[in-house]
Every structure is written in C-alpha cells, then in structure tokens.
C-alpha cells in the first residue's frame, strides 16, 4: 500500500510539474490585427508584449528604459545631441544601439534597415498607423552600422529619448506588401496573412497558432538574447464574456486573468471575497481612462452646451462609490491624479440634474412628451452609445448612463459590439454616431496628441491614421500640445498641462468618467509578474515570471 501510495504521489507529482510548463490566460477581447503599429488595442499589446518589444518603454516604476536598444541616450551621455532643422529651427539627433544579440524567430538579425523601414510605413500618408505624430516628427535615419542608427527629429521634446511606440517591423519580410500598394498594406501585412511566421518575433516567444476571436498559442524563441522564458507553451484564450471568464478560471480552463484586459475592480472585489484563498490578486491604479468619446460630427454632440449638461447628469461620483467602493477615482479630464502633471483645482462638472436641464433648455431642447426633449423642427433628443459587448461593467455603466440622462430628458440607445469590430472598425472610422464607451491607457505625462490636435482626425483620406476619433478641432489645443512637446523646463510645462486641463474641461470634447484599478488576477505559485499602471503590458518582462520554487 505504501509502495502504490508513493507511486500515485510521483505520478501526481509528474503531472503538476508538466502542467507547469504551460500557462493559460484569459483575455476579454481579440486583436483586430497583428501589426504592431496598426489601430490601437490593449489586447494586441498584450499579446504582442510576449513576442516581442519596442526600442524603448516605461518600467514598472515608471522610468524610460531600453528594450531592444542597449544604452539609453540622453543628452548628458552624448547619445543625444542637439542640432539645428534645415528650416532653421531645433532640433536634435539621437543615437540608438539596437541589441547585437537580437535575431528575428527565422535567424535573420535585427537591423538597422529594419528601423528605416519601420519609419517608412509610419510615415506614409495611407498606411494609417496609430501614432502617426511620431513618424512624422523624424526628419532622417542614418544607418552608422548593422545595428546603430542615428534618428533626426524636427524638434526637441521632453522625452526625447521614448521611442515606446516604435515597434520594429521585419523588412526582409514585410518590405514587399508594403511597396507593392501602402494603401493596402494593413490588409497584406505579413503579420495578418502569416501571423505564425516567425520571422515576424525577436522576443522571448513567437505566435506558433492564431483561431480567430478564440485563442493565441505561443512558443518559446530560439533566437530570443534574454534570460529564457519558463513556460514551454503559453496559450492566451479570449473569451469575451467576463463571468463566462471567471467560471473558466474557477473550472481550470485557466491560470489566470490578465489584469491588463480581464474583469474590472468590481468583479475581482467581489471573486475576492468568494475565492480569494485559491488565487493571489495584484490591484494595480494606474493611468487607464475610462470615458465617452463623442463624435462631434453629430450636430445635437457639436453643441457645448449638450455635452455640458451630458455631464452633468451623470452622477459619477456615485458610479464609483457604488461599482467600485470608491478605489477608481473620478476623473474631470484625461489627466489622472497619479500623474505629475495633474492639476486638481481642474474641475469639468459636477452633478446637477437642474443645471442640467437649464443648458438643454438653452441649447433649443425643450421637454417634451413621456418625459423626452425635443426641438423646435419635433427632432427627439436620442443619442446611440457603444461599447466592447461582454464587458459586464461597462454594460452596467452604460445602463446606469441611460437611466441618469433619462432624467434631463435624453434618449440613450444601447448598440454594443465585440472588440474586434468596435475597436477594428467602428471606433477607428468613426463609425459610431454618438457615444463610444472605452478607456485610453497612456504613459507617464504622455501628450495627448494623437487623440486631441485636429491633425489626427482619422479619415477615408488618410487611410483612418490618428486616434482623434471625435473629431475635435481647437486652434489653442493644438498650440498648446505643440508647445508642451517642446517646452523642456518642468515648472513651465506644469503650467501649460493645467491650461490643457482647462481647455479639456471647458470644451469636453470627450466626457470623462474615472480612472481605472487593473486587477491582475494570478495562481498562488506564479511569481514575477510586476503590473505596471500604464501603456507597457506586464508581459513585456514574461520572461521574469516563474513557478514558486
């Protein structure tokens, strides 16, 4: 018995270790593409963050730091050096070493070619990328060797040295989709006809199995320069449903559930107090906006005055206090209050049904009928609101914005659809006609330029580059987004982000709602994993995490 007992212990214990090598991990939403560069998705980050990285990124404590460079450069090392625009104005050039050991998954080296290449996509008119602001600014690369190139920008902002949205693209691989039709390229991109190609992977992993809309398989790099990762096999499963997420990690079907893009605060408060012995959890504030995006193309949403009383409606305070038991904070613009930057004496609204109804009633719309407003022509005040379908919050905040607007009068209709497709076409065309309900997830003080100058409008005609999905134009926010870039000493930008501030809260071309706690929710023998409160997923640094020894 004692022989037979011993055996079954060994055999259990063989499992456990080979269950080991594999890592299960739930994701509410799906990429609507693999390029690193194309529409902007927290999901394909996330993914993406284990199979490869950016030049640079911001850490866990907030930092710039190198990923596929070696050295950061700074002006005080002399990688950076300042220099004068063949216009006359400054400017500054800056040297980056790409890592001598990094191979793309098909033995080709990471070169300095490919970072030419990766500025060319960004910067062509109908490619479409998400920050075209970025591509734009730099004038010339130099290749100075196989792996070192110098980069020109047209001006010398604060950070300078971030370059965390330049994701090197493979040329030897992508070249030819590109220069056969740009306008094209997002659709024969390399990484959306071939995802499993491994050329197309320089990280710790590379994607060895796409099915779309259900799940990702990863295996380890060969050609990967870092510590080596600890998992044979990660699987990421996108299941859109966030109880159908929790019941899937309760029954095994998962190890964990991404803090980055799984269930909200309120969920994990509440799967704490039932299950909270079998898990660990890791609460994470950090600089993830949650809000409404208006499109301002809506004659009734160009009116200020509307959106004003939009706000004013909504009681958001109390949306935190009884969703969230007060852990996500108010916001009254895009600035969160962990960000240095933040101006608190800011203030966009505060909840007052009169007031409310006294700026609809001067913007034309008077109650009417079954408690509804119209106007002088009998046009019903109706507004549609969108958002990620199966997304259990936010299907509760849009209920609860429904009922308070009802109370001034305002008819809001509920049309949501999966991430793929809001994200992938309705929020990036500026498809939706009223309200789009997501969050931004930023960087430390990082310029919201590509969501508030009137030059990132997305349009048919610039193949939808730009994330400024509203449509907002104001001739002083784009100057003082220019000027912020731009203005290297720190009492002096204080100052220009508080006029950001003001200008955002008194214009409200987005309605800001709060600020939201990630909750990573993690087995009791992962151990390494860092969340970080920002844009960089957790999943840049994978190859960190482990099994408790």
Not at 303 to 331: H, W
Not at 412 to 438: D, M, S, Y
Not at 513 to 528: D, M, Q, S
Request: net charge negative; glycine share 6%.
């Amino acid at each position: 018995m004692r022989v037979l007992l011993l055996a079954a212990l060994l055999v259990l214990s063989s499992m456990a270790a080979q269950a080991r090598d594999s890592l299960t991990i739930g994701l509410t939403q799906f990429p609507s593409t693999f390029h690193p560069s194309i529409d902007s998705m927290a999901a394909k980050s996330y993914i993406l963050g284990l199979a490869r990285r950016p030049l640079t990124t911001h850490d866990a404590d907030w930092n710039v730091v190198c990923m596929l460079c070696v050295d950061l450069p700074t002006l005080e090392n002399g990688g950076a050096i300042r220099e004068t625009t063949a216009d006359g104005k400054p400017g500054i050039a800056v040297t980056y070493r790409l890592h001598p050991k990094a191979t793309w998954g098909d033995g080709q080296p990471v070169r300095a070619e490919d970072v030419v290449f990766t500025w060319e996509v960004g910067r062509h008119p109908k490619v479409g990328v998400g920050n075209l602001e970025l591509y734009r600014s730099i004038t010339a690369i130099d290749v100075i060797d196989a792996k070192t190139v110098t980069i020109h920008f047209d001006k010398i902002s604060f950070d300078y040295n971030a370059l965390n949205d330049f994701e090197v693209l493979p040329a030897h691989l992508d070249q030819a989709a590109f220069e056969a039709d740009p306008e094209s390229y997002r659709k024969t991109t390399v990484y959306d006809t071939d995802t499993t190609n491994p050329g197309l992977y320089f990280g710790p992993y590379r994607i060895a199995e796409v099915v779309t809309g259900s799940h990702v398989v990863l295996i380890p790099n060969p050609t990967w320069y870092g510590k080596p990762p600890a998992f044979k096999r990660i699987v990421v499963r996108v299941i859109g449903n966030t109880a159908a997420l929790e019941a899937n990690l309760l029954s095994g079907g998962l190890d964990m559930i991404a803090g980055e893009l799984g269930v909200t605060l309120d969920q994990a408060l509440a799967f704490e107090k039932r299950h909270g012995k079998k898990v660990q959890i890791l609460y994470e504030p950090g600089l993830v906006y949650e809000h409404l995006d208006l499109n301002l193309s809506n004659p009734i949403l160009a009116d200020k005055r509307v959106r004003k009383a939009m706000l004013m409606a909504i009681d958001r305070q109390a949306m935190s206090e009884k969703l969230f038991a007060g852990k996500q904070p108010v916001a009254q613009t895009s600035v969160s209050p962990l960000d240095w930057v933040h101006a608190p004496e800011v203030v966009s609204a505060t909840y007052d049904l009169k007031a409310a109804g006294v700026l609809l009633d001067q913007a034309g719309w008077r109650m009417g009928t079954r408690g509804l407003r119209r106007n002088a022509e009998g046009d019903l005040l109706s507004l549609e609101i969108m958002t990620t379908a199966g997304n259990r919050t936010r299907e509760l905040v849009e209920q609860v914005i429904q009922a308070q607007l009802k109370q001034v009068g305002i008819e809001l209709k509920i049309r949501n659809q999966p991430a793929r497709v809001f994200f992938g076409e309705t929020v990036t065309r500026r498809q939706f006609t009223g309200l789009a309900l997501f969050a931004w997830i930023s960087s430390p003080e990082n310029v919201p330029r590509t969501t508030l100058h009137s030059g990132h409008i997305p349009t048919a005609e610039n193949n939808w580059a730009g994330q400024n999905y509203t449509g907002y134009s104001n001739p002083d926010m784009d100057r003082l987004l220019e000027t912020i870039d731009i203005e290297l000493d720190r009492d002096k930008r204080r100052a220009l982000w508080r006029r950001l501030q003001e200008i955002y809260a008194e214009d409200l071309p987005v309605l800001p709602l709060y600020f939201r706690a990630n909750a990573h929710i993690l087995p009791k023998w992962l151990t390494g994993l860092k969340p970080t409160g920002h844009m960089a997923p957790s999943t840049y640094w994978v190859e960190e995490w482990g099994e408790t020894p």
